[in-house]
């Protein structure tokens, strides 16, 4: 079966067809799947490169959200005394930035990967959409490590693991697929409009104070959390938090998320490969 | 019945000039343009065009390559044929027409697509041949062949930014070199490299095109063409201007461009992100006017006009030219001549004269290569074969002798009897 997609896009059979773009059309999914291992060429690429010609490494993977965790914990925790439903707030804040930073780094990686991969885009064919993908699979070898530091501070912390854990790896693929729509399409639209380079690190910022990231939902009056759960990351990072310290899951949060999830990735993806065809004619 | 390798049906290719070329008449063009402009920008990248600013680079072009077959594609600069080689490549897409292409294909645009400097040579082999299409189980077998073809084995696990740039271009040709393809699209990647590369390059080129694969093969280099390639293939404005056997297209290209006597061609202006363009060629008699024939005892004199856009850059001129039997008569540049060297010129136009003494060349038709220099190491751009030019015989007047003077210069030299 593996072989005989490779055969197909790679063979000496092969047909190709060059014709004008016509309208919307979907992802051609076998082909994606039959460049897969150039996906995980440039992953790879991407994380061995991150760290080279650092003193430190890839300690860096830890260093940076363990220090954010403690920024976080002095200022929220001990200086504003940030409420955080009856748990340590590192472990409570940690919880939620660990899929956050994993969710902004994706986003703004992803958003200028196609502007940093000019030479690529304008000197050879491959579906587009790797490219995007392979920096969003980058961020995930940094979110396994910052997990492992946040099971061990949950077992320094007295917080124990519950089963709720088991349901992690699906929110994270929610995660991923928000991060995929989002950046795909500010990938796309970096590449026509450079004004997303600057613009994309204040969304990122803002959105992650309309996220209860640094504080619980509860602090907002009940009548205006609605609100809250018009961003899709709200129900998530809930989630990741109920998942972690062993709470209650949000099911109609989760829910919503989940169903915008789909519906962004489906945007996003559907964007990208509308305008696929023009970008070495722009970039 | 075979069926062709590449078969491209009535190819057209539009592309939108920005609207930054756009000028600004009054403040108020300005302003309204550049409100309206985020929203052109919008409707460009869904497709739509405005047919104000349109420029095709291709209009319909049809042809047909079978398979082991190696077409040289010929033309001058802004002819197309970048353009054509990146619809061939997949890279953009055609705005009207087909092209089916039966086999798998491979497109060699430059060489080291995707290498990472701060990537050992090892893994840049790997990146760069799954880049260029190749599995990871083919590179894994071919590994050996390649680190063999570069010479660079000693500094495989040495970060590539730590290599010399000729050990660079070595290991990044040698990956291209290994890639299994029926179809390959080879663009002036040749041009690259010093002198002993090159031949290196040339030989890979015509190993592959006697391999019975089938190539397409885009250059400037007139004799690599005429000796690597069975078919010629001619763009002129984006159109086909000529199809057939290489040596019957070749002449056409050159004869194509000679405006007879007075050798002189104005050239448009393709190609605005270019740092710098040649605008006009101009070969005349050295202080008469651009009428008067050339003659083989006249001084005459080649005048080049520069468009310069990027400023305060070294920018210098360099000629090769050729006889009518391509052979390579001088070379020449504009550095040669000291006072000239680290010369940074201002944008706008210039002219750069070169002149060529009475009593050198043989009387013939001759053709000149124009390319621009940068830094004195970077050609810029390449217009070759750009503009010819005949030298009129002048009857040498000796009595009882009426023979030609055979031969590929024709010095007036000295004869002294010596008792």
Same mark, same amino acid.
């Given at each position: *079966?593996?072989s005989?997609?490779?055969?197909?896009?790679?063979?000496?059979k092969?047909t190709?067809?060059?014709?004008?773009p016509?309208g919307?059309?979907?992802?051609?999914?076998?082909?994606?799947?039959?460049?897969?291992?150039?996906?995980? =060429?440039?992953t790879?690429?991407?994380?061995?490169?991150?760290?080279k010609q #650092?003193v430190?490494?890839?300690?860096?993977?830890?260093?940076?959200?363990?220090l954010?965790?403690?920024?976080f914990?002095?200022?929220?925790?001990?200086?504003?005394? *940030?409420p955080?439903?009856?748990?340590?707030?590192?472990?409570?804040?940690?919880?939620?930035?660990?899929?956050? #930073?994993?969710?902004?780094?994706?986003?703004?990686?992803s958003?200028?990967?196609? =502007?940093?991969?000019?030479?690529?885009?304008?000197?050879?064919?491959?579906?587009?959409?790797?490219i995007?993908?392979?920096?969003?699979g980058?961020?995930? =070898? /940094?979110?396994?490590i910052?997990?492992?530091?946040?099971?061990? *501070?949950?077992l320094?912390y007295?917080?124990?693991?519950?089963?709720?854990?088991l349901a992690?790896?699906?929110?994270?693929?929610?995660?991923?697929?928000?991060?995929?729509?989002?950046?795909?399409?500010?990938?796309?639209?970096?590449?026509?409009?450079?004004?997303f380079?600057?613009?994309?690190?204040?969304?990122?910022?803002?959105w992650m104070?309309?996220?209860?990231?640094?504080?619980?939902v509860?602090?907002v009056?009940?009548?205006?959390?609605w609100?809250?759960?018009?961003?899709p990351?709200?129900?998530?990072?809930?989630?990741?938090?109920?998942?972690?310290?062993?709470?209650?899951?949000?099911?109609?949060?989760?829910?919503?998320?989940?169903?915008?999830?789909v519906?962004?990735?489906?945007i996003g993806?559907t964007?990208?490969?509308?305008?696929?065809?023009?970008?070495?004619?722009i970039? | 019945?075979?069926?062709?390798a590449?078969?491209v049906?009535?190819?057209?290719?539009?592309?939108?000039?920005?609207?930054?070329?756009?000028?600004?008449s009054?403040?108020? /063009?300005?302003?309204?343009?550049?409100?309206?402009a985020?929203?052109q920008?919008?409707?460009?990248?869904?497709?739509?065009t405005?047919?104000?600013?349109?420029?095709?680079?291709?209009? /319909?072009?049809?042809?047909?390559?079978?398979p082991?077959?190696?077409?040289?594609?010929?033309?001058?600069?802004g002819?197309?044929?970048?353009?054509?080689l990146?619809?061939?490549?997949r890279?953009?897409?055609p705005?009207?027409?087909r092209?089916?292409?039966?086999?798998?294909?491979?497109?060699?645009?430059?060489?080291?697509?995707?290498?990472?400097?701060e990537?050992s040579?090892?893994?840049?082999?790997?990146?760069?041949?799954?880049?260029?299409?190749?599995t990871?189980?083919?590179?894994?077998?071919?590994?050996?062949?390649?680190?063999?073809?570069?010479?660079?084995?000693?500094?495989l696990?040495?970060p590539v930014?730590r290599?010399s740039?000729?050990?660079?271009?070595?290991?990044?040709?040698?990956?291209?070199?290994?890639?299994?393809a029926?179809?390959?699209?080879?663009?002036?990647?040749?041009?690259?490299?010093?002198?002993?590369?090159q031949?290196?390059? *040339?030989?890979?080129?015509?190993?592959?095109?006697?391999?019975?694969?089938? =190539?397409?093969?885009v250059?400037?280099n007139?004799?690599?063409?005429?000796?690597?390639?069975?078919?010629?293939?001619?763009?002129?404005?984006?159109?086909?201007?000529?199809?057939g056997k290489?040596?019957?297209?070749?002449?056409?290209?050159?004869?194509n461009?000679?405006?007879?006597?007075?050798?002189?061609?104005?050239?448009?202006d393709?190609?605005?992100?270019?740092?710098?363009?040649v605008r006009?060629? #101009?070969?005349m008699?050295?202080?008469?006017?651009?009428?008067?024939?050339?003659?083989?005892?006249?001084?005459?004199?080649?005048?080049?006009?520069?468009?310069i856009?990027?400023?305060?850059?070294?920018?210098s001129?360099?000629?090769?030219?050729h006889?009518?039997?391509?052979?390579?008569?001088?070379?020449?540049?504009?550095?040669?001549?000291q006072?000239?060297?680290?010369?940074?010129?201002?944008?706008?136009?210039?002219e750069?004269?070169?002149?060529?003494?009475?009593?050198?060349?043989?009387?013939?038709e001759?053709?000149?290569?124009?390319?621009?220099?940068?830094?004195?190491?970077?050609?810029?751009?390449?217009?070759?074969?750009?503009v010819?030019?005949r030298?009129?015989?002048?009857?040498?007047?000796?009595?009882g002798?009426?023979?030609?003077?055979?031969g590929?210069?024709?010095?007036?030299?000295s004869?002294i009897?010596?008792?």
């Amino acid at each position: *079966m593996k072989s005989d997609l490779q055969e197909e896009f790679f063979g000496h059979k092969h047909t190709t067809v060059i014709e004008p773009p016509k309208g919307w059309h979907m992802l051609n999914w076998p082909e994606l799947w039959a460049y897969r291992e150039l996906l995980w =060429v440039l992953t790879s690429r991407d994380i061995k490169v991150r760290y080279k010609q #650092t003193v430190l490494g890839a300690a860096w993977a830890i260093l940076r959200p363990v220090l954010t965790m403690v920024i976080f914990s002095v200022v929220f925790g001990s200086l504003a005394k *940030m409420p955080s439903d009856g748990f340590p707030y590192p472990v409570f804040v940690y919880a939620a930035l660990l899929p956050w #930073t994993f969710f902004a780094t994706a986003i703004s990686t992803s958003g200028q990967s196609l =502007v940093g991969s000019t030479n690529l885009v304008s000197k050879v064919y491959f579906p587009r959409l790797i490219i995007p993908l392979s920096s969003i699979g980058a961020g995930l =070898v /940094d979110l396994a490590i910052s997990t492992g530091i946040l099971l061990l *501070m949950m077992l320094w912390y007295g917080v124990g693991w519950s089963v709720n854990l088991l349901a992690a790896p699906v929110l994270l693929l929610a995660v991923i697929f928000i991060a995929l729509g989002v950046g795909t399409l500010l990938s796309a639209l970096t590449v026509a409009y450079r004004d997303f380079t600057h613009l994309t690190p204040f969304v990122v910022q803002i959105w992650m104070y309309v996220t209860p990231v640094i504080f619980p939902v509860s602090l907002v009056p009940e009548r205006w959390q609605w609100l809250l759960y018009l961003n899709p990351m709200t129900g998530l990072i809930e989630g990741f938090r109920s998942a972690f310290l062993g709470k209650a899951f949000d099911m109609q949060g989760l829910g919503i998320s989940f169903l915008m999830a789909v519906v962004i990735f489906v945007i996003g993806i559907t964007y990208f490969e509308k305008v696929e065809r023009r970008f070495a004619d722009i970039i | 019945m075979t069926q062709p390798a590449i078969k491209v049906e009535g190819l057209w290719k539009e592309y939108v000039v920005g609207s930054a070329q756009r000028t600004h008449s009054t403040f108020y /063009d300005l302003l309204s343009h550049s409100l309206k402009a985020p929203f052109q920008r919008l409707r460009n990248l869904g497709g739509a065009t405005d047919d104000v600013n349109q420029f095709w680079a291709l209009k /319909d072009v049809s042809f047909e390559v079978q398979p082991g077959e190696v077409l040289g594609v010929i033309g001058r600069n802004g002819a197309g044929k970048s353009t054509l080689l990146k619809i061939l490549s997949r890279i953009t897409s055609p705005s009207r027409g087909r092209v089916t292409v039966q086999g798998r294909m491979a497109s060699l645009l430059e060489v080291g697509t995707g290498f990472h400097p701060e990537l050992s040579g090892r893994e840049n082999i790997f990146l760069n041949a799954t880049i260029l299409g190749m599995t990871q189980k083919e590179v894994a077998r071919k590994f050996d062949a390649i680190v063999d073809f570069s010479g660079v084995e000693k500094f495989l696990d040495t970060p590539v930014k730590r290599y010399s740039s000729g050990m660079y271009v070595r290991l990044a040709f040698a990956v291209a070199a290994h890639v299994e393809a029926d179809i390959l699209l080879v663009d002036e990647v040749l041009a690259v490299g010093d002198a002993e590369f090159q031949k290196r390059c *040339m030989g890979m080129m015509s190993d592959v095109a006697r391999g019975g694969r089938t =190539v397409l093969f885009v250059s400037h280099n007139l004799t690599a063409l005429r000796n690597l390639c069975t078919t010629g293939l001619l763009l002129q404005g984006g159109q086909t201007n000529g199809f057939g056997k290489i040596g019957d297209v070749l002449n056409r290209y050159v004869s194509n461009r000679t405006n007879g006597v007075d050798g002189s061609i104005e050239l448009l202006d393709n190609n605005p992100d270019q740092p710098a363009c040649v605008r006009r060629i #101009t070969v005349m008699p050295t202080g008469k006017d651009a009428e008067t024939p050339l003659t083989v005892s006249a001084d005459f004199s080649i005048k080049i006009q520069v468009d310069i856009r990027e400023a305060d850059r070294e920018i210098s001129v360099f000629l090769h030219c050729h006889d009518e039997n391509q052979n390579r008569v001088f070379s020449t540049g504009s550095f040669f001549n000291q006072q000239l060297q680290g010369l940074k010129l201002a944008a706008g136009l210039h002219e750069f004269e070169c002149r060529v003494p009475g009593n050198l060349l043989n009387n013939g038709e001759y053709s000149l290569d124009v390319m621009l220099v940068r830094d004195r190491t970077e050609v810029i751009v390449t217009e070759s074969a750009i503009v010819s030019f005949r030298i009129h015989d002048e009857p040498l007047g000796i009595e009882g002798w009426n023979w030609p003077a055979v031969g590929i210069i024709r010095p007036n030299l000295s004869w002294i009897h010596n008792g």
